[in-house]
Each structure stands twice: as structure tokens, then as C-alpha cells.
């Protein structure tokens, strides 16, 4: 699995070609882009997104779970210096948060408690967690 992005003279458009697909990935107008797709934190909030939904439809579907869908928001923030030294000297500079609604009026409360704990081991989840060893090439 690899991800090759492609920027051109001018702007932020970058187009990324993932496996055998292609995205477009900008910066919002305010910024100096021109919008033409999500910007690259926002995509980092999309894989975490992604990757709860499918864990949990793994899952549930193992399991025989009635679950009948999901729905994952997250939002990626930067803290600011002063909202990083609030937030504790352990704080660190990036705050997801993600929240799950689980679709389904025949989950027990026992499947649920499960399908929330699940949804904390997906691989995305895991890594940013534990973090990861970058090399440059």
C-alpha cells in the first residue's frame, strides 16, 4: 500500500495516487488553495473514519451482530501553544476526537459495549496511539 503525491507548479492541489485510485487532496480557499478537495489533515481524520467503520462491520459481521450501519465522525484539531499548556504537560500538540453511532434498534447494550471497545483496535486507531517510525528516503 502506497501513496505517491503529485504537486504541481503552482498551489495546493496535490494528486495522490493510492493502490490503483486517485484522489485530490487542496487547501481551502483561505489558505491559499482552491478547494478542490479535502486538505491532508482532514484525510488523516478520513482514514481514522474509514477504517472504525470497517472494523466494526468486520466485526459485527464475525459476530452475527444486527448491526445496520455506522457512522464516524472525527475531527483532527491542532492545539494551539496555550490550548496544548491548558490541556496538561502530558498534552500532546493534535486532538482527535471521534465519535461512533452505531445503527442498529436490535443491538443489545452488551453488543454495543462491545462494538465501542472493537472500534478502538482498528489499525489506524492503533497507530496513531502508538505512534511511528518515519524514514526518509
Do not use: W
Not at 95 to 121: H, N
Not at 124 to 137: C, H, I, S, Y
Amino acid at each position: 500500500m502506497q501513496a505517491i503525491g503529485t504537486l504541481g507548479p503552482s498551489g495546493f492541489r496535490v494528486e495522490l495516487k493510492i493502490d490503483n485510485h486517485t484522489i485530490i487532496s487542496d487547501e481551502p480557499t483561505d489558505k491559499g488553495g482552491q478547494d478542490q478537495g479535502p486538505a491532508a489533515f482532514s484525510l488523516l481524520g478520513a482514514a481514522l473514519a474509514a477504517c472504525t467503520a470497517a472494523t466494526l462491520r468486520y466485526y459485527a459481521n464475525l459476530k452475527q451482530m444486527p448491526l445496520e450501519g455506522v457512522v464516524v465522525e472525527v475531527d483532527p484539531v491542532r492545539r494551539t501553544p496555550a490550548e496544548q499548556n491548558a490541556a496538561g504537560p502530558e498534552a500532546k500538540a493534535t486532538l482527535i476526537r471521534k465519535t461512533i453511532k452505531l445503527v442498529g434498534d436490535k443491538l443489545s447494550p452488551e453488543q454495543r459495549e462491545k462494538l465501542i471497545a472493537v472500534a478502538e483496535k482498528c489499525p489506524v486507531n492503533r497507530t496513531l496511539l502508538e505512534g511511528v517510525d518515519m524514514e526518509k528516503a
